[in-house]
DNA sequence: CGCCTTTATGCAACTTGTTGCACAAGAGCG
DNA sequence: CGCTCTTGTGCAACAAGTTGCATAAAGGCG
């Protein structure tokens, strides 16, 4: 149950459309919560019915125009309570780690130029990351919200710098059985 | 469509009953892959249809009864051929991260208490994973499978590494604000 | 025996996420 | 005007994962 309030989040930080909540989706919100545009249509749909949000009044309410929501105070306060809450961390499920237990009992035949292709996009997302963080974060740059949001992109951050160091520990044992 | 593959590697490591895979699934196969027993009951009854596994025999295979599967040559050859294909890292997808983008606008109200608890598991997590290395993956076994799969196991504990100093951080920045 | 617990298999309903496509309006162009 | 491209909203079908419950046999116990 996180993508309403995936979206919530994002709301509350700036009144959006459905497709320019996809492509804050696409991009920075993207770190630690991925979604596609009919997911967030759908959701937007039950959202607004369940008096959470609202759309912004407008001229021409019609098919192909685009439509503003903002958070209504219930929605704002089901969000708090729902961050409050406890919450398990889910448990894990990543295909490449499977991947590589698998190879251990069919072999390894082609799984290389595999790893180098994930490191390659690891790298790319690392540094886009870091620049996001020159941007957005630098120094002099430290309320309470920076302070936050800069810890999520570090989350980010670091969890690329970890696939990075992995994928090359994996290429090394991977390449020393060939 | 992973799973599928996931209970493929686990039946070529040891042919097992649906029980037994449940109960691998929870401890180490669960690093990498997690499932519940329905969702294995369900995935061996259409790979027992589809011919990439078949029960083995038993004089008693009634309900209630312990049923063995083991891996046809067709299992095997799909496993490896999917080991083999191009597949994209998965998109990002956070609770955890998303909550505290969320605690950014609506506040930290609660949260230390969460973090602390997580950062709790994770390092129970972290000290099973650790205890498993000591004992099955000692210098001496050195094999090509025990190579990879000593890297996924590499790789759990090192996720566990960053969530602990993620975690940690976190903390700092939560109880620094209040 | 009758009752409870453990081991084991399994169905059904529901929620969440993905894929593919349809529809509508405006802008640029010959 | 008619054509195509872009922007924007949305439905429908499907695949994957979760939750709750049902069923059955075997073993222990009073």
Redesign the interface.
Known sequence: M?LP??I??AL??KPSSGLELTRRFDRSF?????ATHQQIYRELGKLEQSGAIRALPSEAPARGQKKEYEVLPAG?AE??A??????????????????????????????TA?LR??LD??ERQLEMYEGIERRDFPPERDS??D???H??L???I??ET??I??LT??LD??D??E
Not at 30 to 34: I, N, P, V
Not at 83 to 99: E, T, V, Y
Request: net charge positive; aromatic share 10%; hydrophobic share 45%.
């Open positions: 996180s309030h995936a919530l989040t509350l930080e993207g770190f630690f919560w991925s704002r969000l708090a729902w961050a409050a809450a406890g919450q398990d961390p889910r448990p894990m499920r990543d295909p490449l780690l499977l991947r590589m237990r698998a190879a251990a009992v069919v072999g390894t035949d082609g799984l595999e292709r994930h996009l690891h309470e919200q302070r936050l949001r810890l999520v570090r989350g980010g670091e969890l970890f696939w160091r992995w520990q994996a044992t991977v020393g059985e």
